[in-house]
Structures are given as C-alpha cells and as structure tokens.
C-alpha cells in the first residue's frame, strides 16, 4: 500500500473499532449509493481517502450518463462520534484483487474496521405495496449468527450459473474471510418498475438496519414523506390508467404479468413519476 | 502471494511442459492427454485471485462458501530418466477484452512458472500453442517450432512433420507467438532456459471459432512424446479427431458450393512450395474469409 501512489489520504478519522459499508455506483436500481448517500447526507459523513483510478480503470475517456460526464470514484467517508465507515466506488474494471486488497488495507489501517457490509438492490416482480425484503449473505458462522438478531432473509441457496459471474461484492467478502473480518452482503429487494426510479423504501429498509446495528440515532421523517409522496403519486396513475391499475393488482395478488404487460407498466411508471417530480 | 506447492519432490533434471488455452485449445488437449498418460501427480498451483476474476461462487444457507477460480496447476511425473514437470493454465490472464495474456500480469505469471522450474532444477522448458495456416481440415496438421536459442535449431528440425518459421512462405524465418504460450519462451530464455514453442497447425477456415481442433493437438502430442522419450497411446485422442472431423465435415457440407470450391484448394496446396495445378491466391484466400465469416457472421480471431 503506497500513499500518494494509489490513494490519497486527507484526513487520518480517529475510529478505534468500525464498521465498513461498501456500496458500488454500478448496482440495481442505484440502490447501494442511494443508502449511502442518504446516510453520508443524514450523518455529514467526511471524506478522508480516495483510491486512485490509475491501473484500476481503463481512462480511455468518460461515458456519459443522463447528459452528465462521469468519472471512476473510489472514496471513503468516516462520521465523527460513529462506528461507521463508507467506501463508496465504481466496481473496477482491472486488478480486481489489487483493488480489493487496497480498500482492505485502507480499512484495517486507518479505520480499525472489524466488520464489512455491501448493499445493494435485488429486482423482484413483487408490488411496490409489499414489505421490501431484507436478504443477507454472510461470509463466516460468526456473522451469520449475528445477522439471525435482525428481521433478515439469511438463508439463501446459489450457485453462479453459466454465463454469468460472481457479484463484485462475493469477492471483497471472500477476501475479507482471507484476513478474518467478518462481512455480509445485504441486498433489499425492489420492484422492477421502480428501478429507473429512486426506491426510497428500498433505501430505508437497508438504512434502518444499520441504524438498529451501529445505533446511528436517524431520524427517518424525510425520507418517510418520500414513501408516502411516491405511494400517493403511483396510486394517481393506478386511478388515471385503470390497465396499470390492473397489472399492480395482480402483481399483489402473485400472478406474473407477461412480456408487454411489465415493459408497459415500467415505462409507464417510469414516465410519469419523473413527469411529477 | 504467487506459488503454492503442496509437496516437494526431488527431481532429477526435469523437463517442463507448460501450457494455457488458445486457439483450438491445440496446447492444453496434447499436454493434459499427456499429464493423463503419465499419470502425474499434482504439484502445486499458482494463486489465481491475483489474476483473475472468480468465475463460480458457493452460497449455501446464506454463508458464502466460497469462491471458484480458474486453475493454473503444476504436475510432476518421475520417470526414472529425466523427470516431468507439467504447468496447465485454465485461462490467460487478460483484461476481459482480449483472449490473451500480455502486459504486467502476463510477465508475472510467466515468471511464476519459471520461479518453479527453477527451484526444481528445470533447464528445459516446452510450450504448446496453435499455428494459422492455410491448410485443409482433412490433411495432417505439421508442428511449427520455435526455439528460443539458434542451438535448438538443428534439434527442432529433427523432430518428425515440424517446420521452422523459415521453412514457411514469406515468413523469412518471422513471426508472432501470442499470449503466455509465446512469452514463456522469452521469459526463459531471460532466465538462462532452453525452451521450444511446439504449435500445432489449424486451418485458416476455422481457426476463429470456439470449437477444439485436436488434429492439431494429436501432432503436438507426437511431437512432445518424441521430445519426452514417452510413448503415448493414440486412441485417446484419435477418438477426438474422429469426432471433430466428422463435425467438421457436416458444416463444411453445408458451405455454398463456390467457397467448397475454393477451400478444396487448399488440399493440393502446400504453403512452403506453391504447387500445381491452382494454388489459392492471397485474392482467393481473402475472398473465402469473407464468405466464411458472413456465413457465421463472425470476426476471425487468432494469434
């Protein structure tokens, strides 16, 4: 780990035990910087570290996301007077394990981290009406004894099928278990017709775990108004359009809808919430 | 981080034969046949994480598990005379973009490799890979050979249906070695070992598709057997050029006649002296590239 080579460190937070909560801007629905920047919002988190982009990124210019230029970002937060640390970070393009091994180092040495959480979404065909689902991967007994204390779905089953890959987020845990740092990988399901939308109870199911794990005392007010405007705004275009009032339906009631009938209701949704917004 | 090895055998003066996937997989089907036919034990490994990304993970019960890298293995086989030191690659290392290993990456795990034969008193090392040519799926592919060192030569040339880069037309004796089966060759030769590059020949035609093409790997298998002093059952791998030709064959039927035509060709012809009566053109040849990839709808790739 060299200084000024591969990150740049601005402040040294004084933490004698943390808590590191990893998010990845390439995540379903955006929900991992969703949480994470409710939470850097809510606690004033400040930066002190960035991984720099040379060797883990290709730079061979910038993409362009909704008319803005984007940039690789890998940077950690620290709250005063919280056990808390969040690294926020594109997911690297090379040097994979090199760029693990750096967040790691950076985390045990400057952080004290003892524990590593990464968030993100999980699409569901379930209704926006239904209670989000917290699922949660552990990469050791230990911490899945832990994680049984809290209202979370921990036993799942899966093999990585054929053509796709392991999550970048399986990797940092499997090489967090290599130094003996207990971690999880938390993922909250949200509606597939919410994903090109934010999902803010999708993003409080996740922040109120960590407010119960880390005692972080939020206040969760703003972001309950949120739930509540964007319920009131989808029950306006299941009145105005009685055919998506139709496929919400049977969403609650568990029947699939088909093709046509999802890509209409996504598009649909997404339109208007971003018309009234 | 690097090598991992499970034992440590005493070996007297052994031979490496190291191999990773490429064109045709000609390399790895000859050398893990070989490994097989010898019965080798494991060695060790080299750590993969740092080379690759994981490609299988295991939950169970909500607890990670663990997570399933491509391999990259040693093997030792002693044989009573000069021993075996076996290295089989899963993958090359790459950047997701290209097949093949090069750059950083690509040095260190070459240097891995010798970092092993070395320690175990290796000074000679063989590589395997695959040779483009214009040549006819129906004919016996050669072995092209190269040498990292001119007093290889005369030994390269001795061994039976090889041909040097100078045998080649219009080679003059030039040429490019792709990925870990060619650096290898320069990183032992940075580190004081003789090592010959073994490539067995696949047609031009074919070369861009994912499939084997053990007609090659059976050549490159004759070749290493001989270099070994190692006689290796053929049924094995006969089997599998039955079956790839046969394959083969029901696609090649399946070709519009006028490029059949053409490809038909390339059975009287050999590239080292063009023959009679029609030897296929550099306009021909770019023409049934053309029609073969539209055909497929696909770029050619290769070494």
């Known amino acids: 780990m060299s200084e000024g080579q591969s990150f740049k460190l601005f402040a040294k937070?004084?933490?004698?035990?943390?808590?590191?909560?990893?998010?990845?801007?390439?995540?379903?629905?955006?929900?991992?910087?969703?949480?994470?920047g409710y939470l850097n919002r809510k606690l004033e988190g400040r930066e002190f570290a960035e991984i720099n982009p040379e060797g883990f990124f290709s730079l061979g210019g910038v993409s362009v996301e909704e008319d803005i230029a984007q940039f690789p970002e890998s940077k950690f937060y620290w709250y005063p007077e919280k056990s808390l640390v969040i690294f926020k970070s594109d997911i690297p393009q090379y040097e994979w394990y090199g760029f693990l091994s750096l967040v790691l180092d950076i985390a045990e040495k400057y952080c004290k981290v003892k524990e590593i959480y990464t968030?993100?979404?999980?699409?569901?065909t379930a209704a926006h009406t239904t209670p989000r689902m917290l699922?949660?991967?552990?990469?050791?007994?230990?911490?899945?004894?832990?994680?049984?204390?809290?209202?979370l779905v921990s036993d799942m089953d899966y093999e990585t099928q054929d053509g796709q890959r392991p999550t970048f987020s399986?990797?940092?845990?499997?090489?967090?278990?290599?130094?003996?740092?207990?971690?999880?990988?938390?993922?909250?399901?949200l509606p597939f017709y919410l994903l090109a939308v934010a999902d803010p109870q999708a993003c409080k199911k996740l922040a109120e775990f960590f407010n119960g794990r880390l005692e972080l005392g939020i206040d969760f007010s703003d972001i309950d108004e949120e739930i509540v405007s964007q319920n009131k705004?989808?029950?306006?275009?299941?009145?105005?359009?009685?055919?998506?009032?139709?496929?919400?339906s049977k969403l609650e009631g568990n029947v699939s809808l088909n093709v046509n009938e999802s890509e209409k209701l996504v598009r649909e949704i997404e339109e208007w919430l971003r018309r009234t917004r | 981080?690097?090598?991992?090895?499970?034992?440590?055998?005493?070996?007297?003066?052994?031979?490496?034969?190291?191999?990773?996937?490429?064109i045709g997989n000609i390399g790895v089907i000859a050398v893990d046949i070989l490994r097989r036919v010898m019965a080798a034990e494991e060695l060790g490994e080299i750590e993969p994480w740092e080379f690759f990304y994981p490609r299988r993970v295991l939950i169970r019960d909500g607890e990670l598990k663990g997570l399933e890298f491509p391999s990259n293995k040693?093997?030792?086989?002693?044989?009573?005379?000069?021993?075996?030191?076996?290295?089989?690659?899963?993958?090359?290392?790459?950047?997701?973009?290209?097949?093949?290993?090069?750059?950083?990456?690509?040095y260190r795990m070459a240097n891995l490799v010798i970092d092993v034969a070395l320690k175990f008193g290796c000074h000679r090392v063989y590589t395997s890979g695959a040779a483009v040519a214009p040549i006819h799926h129906t004919a016996r592919s050669r072995v092209w050979v190269v040498p990292n060192s001119e007093n290889l030569i005369d030994e390269a040339k001795s061994y039976e249906n090889t041909v040097l880069m100078s045998d080649i037309e219009d080679r003059d004796g030039q040429g490019n070695i792709t990925g870990l089966n060619g650096l290898l060759l320069g990183v032992a030769r940075k580190r004081g070992l003789e090592a010959i590059c073994v490539m067995g020949e696949v047609p031009v035609y074919i070369h861009g598709f994912p499939i084997p093409y053990p007609k090659g790997s059976k050549s490159v298998l004759e070749v290493l057997s001989t270099a070994l002093g190692i006689e290796v059952p053929m049924d094995e791998i006969n089997a599998l050029v039955q079956q790839s030709e046969s394959e083969i064959d029901s696609v090649y039927e399946?070709?519009?006649?006028?490029?059949?035509?053409?490809?038909?060709?390339?059975?009287?012809?050999t590239y080292a002296k063009p023959s009679e009566p029609e030897p296929i053109t550099e306009e021909d040849k770019k023409k049934i590239l053309q029609e073969i990839d539209k055909l497929f709808k696909r770029e050619p790739g290769g070494d």
């Not at chain 1, 933490?15 to 629905?29: F, Y």
């Not at chain 1, 968030?119 to 569901?124: A, T």
């Not at chain 2, 003066?13 to 191999?19: G, K, N, R, T, Y």
Request: charged share 25%; proline share 5%.
């Open chain 1, 135 to 151: 699922l949660s991967v552990a990469n050791s007994a230990e911490m899945k004894m832990m994680l049984g204390h809290y209202e």
């Open chain 1, 233 to 248: 705004e989808i029950a306006q275009v299941r009145n105005k359009f009685p055919e998506l009032d139709d496929y919400i």
């Open chain 2, 74 to 106: 040693f093997y030792f086989k002693k044989t009573g005379k000069k021993d075996v030191l076996f290295f089989i690659g899963e993958e090359q290392p790459s950047d997701g973009i290209r097949a093949y290993a090069e750059g950083t990456k690509a």
């Open chain 2, 254 to 269: 399946r070709l519009p006649s006028e490029i059949k035509e053409q490809l038909d060709k390339l059975k009287y012809v």
């Open chain 1, 13 to 36: 937070p004084k933490l004698e035990s943390s808590s590191l909560v990893v998010a990845w801007n390439q995540d379903v629905g955006k929900v991992g910087p969703g949480v994470v």
């Open chain 1, 170 to 189: 399986s990797f940092l845990l499997w090489a967090a278990k290599r130094r003996n740092i207990v971690g999880a990988s938390l993922w909250v399901t």
């Open chain 1, 119 to 124: 968030v993100g979404g999980m699409v569901s």
């Open chain 2, 1 to 22: 981080m690097g090598v991992r090895l499970y034992k440590e055998p005493k070996l007297n003066e052994p031979i490496m034969v190291a191999c990773w996937p490429g």
